[in-house]
Structures are given as structure tokens and as C-alpha cells.
């Protein structure tokens, strides 16, 4: 008899690999450098490389857990999944640096996929889809939320004026 060491890949979290997928490759898009073949190749092999990456690190039942492995972060420094996805069709770094923003964040959770561009952006989200429990998050600091409470920047959520 085998036991199993964590739980099994999910296929629920198809829909928000999807959602990150299909959001980094519209970034890719929209620049224009990058053909239609090459990013259907991209997003199956960056869908896999999520798929892989998160299995044994996706709690439906507690979904900030795991939340920063995660993580997709380009901060002056490019994310390894997205660069080793970028060289299987052809991207070198300097042309990832230029083809996506300098920084963004994007935040792969059950039930949730968020992002933001620049280090004091707005978060915003890409994909949320209800618990089938309810899920408590009280007293729960993710790093999401500590940017959200302006632990890390100022939240945008102010409307500051100035006046001569």
C-alpha cells in the first residue's frame, strides 16, 4: 500500500492557471513581437510549468497558504518560470525586460488570481470564484493583503490633491 505524501494535483486549478496564463500572454501580445504560433507554444508549456509548480502547494481549503511560492514576480529580476517558458520559444532575457513591465506581480490563488503593475499600482482582479466552503481569512497577513494595507506601499485607494 502507497501513501501518498500531500494532496494530488487538482484539476480546479485549472481555471486560475488559466487566467495567468492567458494574462501574461496578452502582455506578450500586445507588444506585437511575439507570433500566434509562439505564443500557443508558450502559454501550453507555461500552463504545464504552473501546473507542475503548484501541485503539491494549492489548499483550496486554506487558499492564502502557499501564496507567496506562488508568486509570480518580475522586480527588476525576471521570474524563472516565465524566463525558462520564454526560452522555449525563443525569447532571450533582454527581450522579456522589454516585451513585460519591470514590475508585476501576480498572484496565483484558489479562488483568486490578482495582479499589479509597478510596486505602487493598483491591485487588480483577473479571476474569483467562490469557496464551496467559506473560507476564513481573519487574521491571515498574505502578501496580498500586506500590500493592500500598505504594509509594503501606499495604497491607491487614497486621492491625494495639491494646491498652488
Known amino acids: 500500500m502507497s501513501q501518498r505524501r500531500g494532496p494530488p494535483p487538482r484539476a480546479d486549478m485549472l481555471p486560475e492557471i ?40 494549492w489548499f483550496p481549503e486554506k487558499p492564502f497558504k502557499g501564496s ?17 517558458v520564454a526560452s522555449q520559444i525563443g525569447l532571450s532575457l533582454p527581450q522579456l525586460y522589454q516585451l513585460l513591465p519591470s514590475e508585476l506581480t501576480l498572484w496565483v490563488d484558489p479562488y483568486e488570481v490578482s495582479y499589479r503593475i509597478g510596486e505602487d499600482g493598483s491591485i487588480c482582479v483577473l479571476y474569483e470564484a467562490t469557496a464551496a466552503k467559506p473560507v476564513s481569512s481573519y487574521g491571515m497577513l498574505t502578501c496580498k493583503n500586506q500590500m493592500m494595507l500598505g504594509h509594503t506601499s501606499p495604497s491607491k485607494n487614497y486621492i491625494m490633491t495639491v494646491s498652488s
Open 18 to 57: 488559466a487566467a495567468a496564463v492567458g494574462f501574461v500572454s496578452g502582455l506578450l501580445r500586445t507588444r506585437g513581437c511575439v507570433s500566434e504560433q509562439q505564443l500557443q507554444v508558450f502559454s501550453g508549456a507555461l500552463r504545464e510549468a504552473l501546473a507542475e509548480h503548484y501541485k503539491h502547494h
Open 68 to 84: 507567496g511560492y506562488r508568486c509570480i514576480r518580475i522586480n527588476h529580476k525576471m521570474d524563472p518560470i516565465i524566463s525558462k
